[in-house]
């Protein structure tokens, strides 16, 4: 048995390795045929590929914390709840639309946008990009002064979600502001 569970894992296939003793006992103890057993652990091999590739997105996405709309006082923000669940169908990413979250300090702003970015990967397997403003201007700016202009668009250019947070609050150089709004030209323009 252990042969067959370190040449599943010399193949990378760590689900089916995992799940091999399980179903083999199953197998034995069922008569279950080889296509039975076979389908199985594709099966368990599909779902630990989807749990590491939601694992691994949600780490690229640099959330500041993981936040769910479960977690969110609509009552308290004074939030329309109906357009939250609305933008949460993530329409306006498939339509290349932004959104814009604005209020004051404390009225659930990044806590929205992170639940939005939070269940792009879970429910939609979006890719996600979330960023401080500070910090998506910073990283321009020392692409910038590096001589590697557009690395940082072009990575982008492949999230299907890029979240801005704290844009107004902190203060950063005007060719910082440059930078920010030649990478994402978008915000630049409001509707009228």
């Known amino acids: 048995m252990s042969d067959v569970v370190d040449g599943l894992k010399?193949?990378?296939?760590?689900?089916?390795?995992?799940?091999?003793?399980?179903?083999?006992?199953?197998?034995?103890?069922?008569?279950?045929?080889?296509?039975?057993?076979?389908?199985?652990?594709?099966?368990?091999?599909?779902?630990?590929?989807?749990?590491?590739s939601m694992a691994y997105q949600m780490r690229v996405a640099r959330f500041p914390a993981h936040r769910d709309l479960t977690g969110f006082d609509f009552a308290q923000a004074h939030v329309d709840a109906n357009l939250v669940k609305q933008l949460h169908e993530l329409q306006f990413v498939d339509s290349a639309h932004n959104v814009v979250f604005v209020g004051g300090p404390g009225t659930?702003?990044?806590?929205?946008?992170?639940?939005?970015?939070?269940?792009?990967?879970?429910?939609?397997?979006?890719?996600?990009?979330?960023?401080?403003?500070?910090?998506?201007?910073?990283?321009?700016?020392?692409?910038?002064?590096?001589?590697?202009?557009?690395?940082?668009?072009?990575?982008?250019?492949?999230?299907?979600?890029v979240i801005l947070d704290e844009m107004g609050y902190l203060p950063f150089t005007q060719s910082g502001a440059r930078c920010c709004f030649t990478c994402f030209p978008s915000c630049m323009s409001a509707p009228a």
Do not use: C
Request: glycine letters at 6%; a positive charge.
């Open 10 to 52: 010399a193949l990378s296939l760590h689900g089916m390795a995992s799940a091999w003793p399980e179903v083999l006992g199953t197998a034995r103890l069922k008569a279950l045929d080889h296509e039975v057993v076979l389908h199985q652990l594709i099966k368990s091999e599909a779902a630990q590929r989807e749990v590491r």
């Open 108 to 161: 659930g702003k990044t806590h929205l946008a992170t639940s939005l970015g939070v269940h792009a990967i879970r429910a939609k397997g979006k890719r996600v990009r979330f960023f401080s403003t500070v910090e998506l201007v910073n990283a321009l700016e020392l692409e910038k002064s590096q001589n590697k202009h557009g690395q940082l668009a072009n990575r982008l250019m492949y999230v299907d979600l």
